[in-house]
């Protein structure tokens, strides 16, 4: 992979004494994963070039990796040694650190000054797409330009690969300009991190500091970077909101709204109770089943919303109802309000007549739980049976599960968890279900989503033929 950096600002050779590489020479560093060469294509008074190439070596990454676990192919047959990956970005920080961090002890002047520059990555892959890579480098105030590459040009019929070669060009500082790449480059790769560490938030926030705090997608810079690791994501947002500067207050919300809307997005507990409410209300139900309803934090939403009439939580553990019971103060409820709503003791693969003649039902994270006899009872206890008119099923998407570093891989997210499906599974499940009862069936996804992933939670959504 290959970083070019150009500048047209005369004397061009300049850019040697602010890179401490001088023109004439090669130079090559010794790095934990291969090697990385200095030099110079032109350099000349009117323009000069420098190019950073890494030299990757493929085999020495593997070493020391688990060989037991996981994808063996992948560890050796991978971009990794090709693309421009947080490996760049440790070799920006390794080789060109003083002039990323603003150092130049012979020409200190130049060092702080703006100057015309071209970066150009050969190559980037990006996920999310061309728009993704204006919406990052615009606001930073770059030019920039995308060549997209074929998945192989002997077959163009195959389509387009996520391979780009990228150029921004802007008047910055040389620091600033390393500085956004270091931050940059890995936000648009999918692949782990190669620096997995506590102190990455740090890094984040020591390089991103004030120009992230005020771009307008520092949510997803963040989140991307940390690699949906929540609760340092969490960290720094509401660090990066602290050094908002204060102007910018008066066009947008106040930082207080701002953060709780942060935390909403960001406890996928609450995003998908959020989702099922929004299903079932969408369906214009008034009576409502929470079928595996835990510690009640659903049904307490359903409370709130007047629309529902009636509403029944069904729970196999008599410990989680009591808990319910005490969360939503169902002995202090006013009697109206109590009179909406009922716990039962009960379980789901039983067929039961108490959850008969509702117009909707949810299983919230429930399915996940049981093994494949007794899920199948619970199919015809709820689709057969119940038969209410709209069912929302949610289960986790066990795609995503590589986008949380603390599980360890092939883990599943829950000891109880009998299954975690793929979404090809899950709507497979989904589908032939609602085949066999009458019902058709919607998918949407919970949570943020990830190009490649999907989102961290699945749901279906079941609405029964007339
Ligand atoms: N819906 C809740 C709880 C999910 S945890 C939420 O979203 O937070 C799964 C729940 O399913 C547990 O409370 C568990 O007791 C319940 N459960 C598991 N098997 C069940 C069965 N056969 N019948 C009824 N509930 C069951």
Same mark, same amino acid.
Request: charged content about 25%; hydrophobic content about 40%.
């Given at each position: 992979?290959?970083?070019?950096?150009?500048?047209?600002?005369?004397?061009?050779?300049?850019?040697?004494y602010?890179?401490?590489?001088?023109?004439?020479?090669?130079?090559?560093?010794d790095?934990?994963?291969?090697?990385?060469?200095?030099?110079?294509?032109?350099?000349?008074?009117?323009?000069c070039?420098?190019?950073l190439?890494l030299?990757?070596d493929p085999?020495?990454?593997?070493?020391?990796?688990?060989?037991?676990?996981?994808?063996?192919?992948?560890?050796?047959v991978?971009?990794?040694?090709?693309?421009?990956?947080?490996?760049?970005s440790v070799?920006?920080?390794?080789?060109?650190?003083?002039a990323?961090?603003?150092r130049?002890?012979?020409?200190?002047?130049?060092?702080?000054?703006?100057?015309p520059?071209?970066?150009?990555?050969?190559?980037?892959?990006?996920?999310?797409?061309?728009r993704?890579?204006? /919406?990052i480098f615009? %606001?930073?105030?770059? *030019?920039?330009?995308? &060549? #997209?590459? $074929?998945l192989d040009?002997?077959?163009?019929?195959?389509?387009?690969?996520v391979?780009?070669?990228?150029?921004?060009?802007?008047?910055?500082?040389?620091?600033?300009?390393?500085?956004?790449?270091?931050?940059?480059?890995?936000?648009?790769?999918?692949?782990?991190?190669?620096?997995?560490?506590?102190d990455?938030?740090?890094?984040?926030?020591?390089?991103?500091?004030?120009?992230l705090?005020?771009?307008?997608?520092?949510?997803?810079?963040?989140?991307?970077?940390?690699?949906?690791?929540h609760?340092l994501?969490?960290q720094?947002?509401?660090?990066?909101?602290?050094?908002?500067?204060?102007?910018?207050?008066? /066009?947008s919300?106040? %930082?207080?709204?701002? *953060?709780?809307?942060? &935390? #909403?997005? $960001?406890s996928?507990?609450d995003?998908?109770?959020?989702?099922?409410?929004?299903?079932?209300?969408?369906?214009?139900?008034?009576?409502v089943?929470?079928?595996?309803?835990?510690?009640?934090?659903?049904?307490r939403?359903?409370?709130?919303?007047k629309?529902?009439?009636?509403i029944?939580?069904?729970?196999?553990?008599?410990?989680?109802?009591?808990?319910?019971?005490?969360?939503?103060?169902?002995?202090?409820l006013?009697?109206?309000?109590?009179?909406?709503?009922?716990?039962?003791?009960?379980?789901?693969?039983?067929?039961?007549?108490?959850?008969e003649g509702?117009?909707?039902?949810?299983?919230?994270?429930?399915?996940?739980?049981?093994?494949s006899?007794?899920?199948?009872?619970? &199919? #015809?206890?709820?689709?057969?049976?119940?038969?209410?008119?709209?069912?929302?099923?949610?289960?986790?998407?066990?795609?995503?599960?590589?986008?949380?570093?603390t599980?360890?891989a092939?883990?599943?997210?829950?000891n109880?968890?009998?299954?975690?499906?793929?979404?090809?599974?899950?709507?497979?499940?989904?589908?032939?279900?609602?085949?066999?009862?009458?019902?058709?069936?919607?998918?949407l996804?919970?949570?943020?989503?990830?190009?490649?992933?999907g989102?961290?939670t699945?749901?279906?959504?079941?609405?029964?033929r007339?």
């Amino acid at each position: 992979m290959l970083l070019t950096i150009t500048t047209d600002h005369q004397p061009a050779t300049d850019l040697g004494y602010l890179l401490h590489k001088h023109p004439e020479r090669l130079q090559s560093f010794d790095l934990a994963f291969g090697k990385a060469h200095v030099f110079y294509p032109e350099a000349d008074v009117q323009r000069c070039s420098a190019c950073l190439l890494l030299d990757v070596d493929p085999v020495g990454m593997v070493r020391g990796k688990n060989r037991n676990q996981g994808d063996l192919l992948g560890h050796y047959v991978n971009d990794r040694s090709y693309v421009a990956s947080s490996l760049l970005s440790v070799a920006i920080a390794q080789v060109l650190g003083t002039a990323m961090a603003g150092r130049c002890n012979q020409r200190p002047e130049l060092a702080s000054t703006p100057l015309p520059f071209e970066a150009r990555l050969d190559v980037l892959p990006v996920r999310g797409g061309e728009r993704f890579l204006h /919406e990052i480098f615009e %606001p930073l105030g770059y *030019e920039v330009e995308a &060549e #997209r590459y $074929l998945l192989d040009p002997e077959f163009p019929q195959w389509g387009e690969s996520v391979y780009y070669s990228v150029t921004i060009r802007a008047t910055v500082t040389l620091s600033d300009l390393l500085t956004h790449l270091y931050v940059l480059i890995p936000v648009f790769d999918n692949e782990k991190h190669y620096f997995v560490g506590e102190d990455e938030l740090e890094k984040l926030l020591a390089k991103g500091g004030a120009w992230l705090a005020a771009h307008p997608q520092k949510e997803q810079i963040s989140r991307r970077y940390l690699r949906n690791r929540h609760s340092l994501y969490r960290q720094a947002l509401s660090r990066l909101l602290e050094m908002e500067s204060p102007e910018s207050d008066e /066009e947008s919300p106040r %930082p207080a709204a701002q *953060e709780e809307t942060l &935390e #909403r997005t $960001l406890s996928l507990n609450d995003q998908r109770h959020g989702a099922v409410l929004a299903a079932l209300k969408a369906s214009g139900a008034r009576s409502v089943l929470d079928l595996g309803c835990g510690e009640g934090k659903l049904l307490r939403d359903l409370l709130n919303e007047k629309q529902f009439e009636q509403i029944v939580g069904m729970d196999v553990s008599f410990r989680s109802l009591e808990f319910a019971q005490k969360r939503l103060k169902l002995d202090r409820l006013p009697e109206r309000q109590a009179q909406r709503l009922k716990l039962l003791h009960g379980s789901l693969i039983y067929r039961d007549r108490r959850l008969e003649g509702f117009d909707a039902a949810a299983l919230v994270e429930v399915i996940e739980h049981l093994d494949s006899p007794r899920l199948a009872a619970l &199919e #015809r206890v709820v689709f057969e049976f119940a038969q209410p008119k709209t069912v929302v099923v949610t289960t986790p998407n066990q795609e995503y599960n590589v986008m949380w570093e603390t599980l360890p891989a092939g883990q599943f997210r829950h000891n109880d968890h009998r299954f975690e499906w793929t979404q090809a599974e899950f709507q497979a499940w989904a589908q032939q279900v609602a085949g066999q009862h009458g019902y058709a069936v919607r998918f949407l996804p919970v949570g943020p989503e990830d190009e490649t992933v999907g989102s961290p939670t699945q749901m279906g959504m079941f609405t029964r033929r007339l």
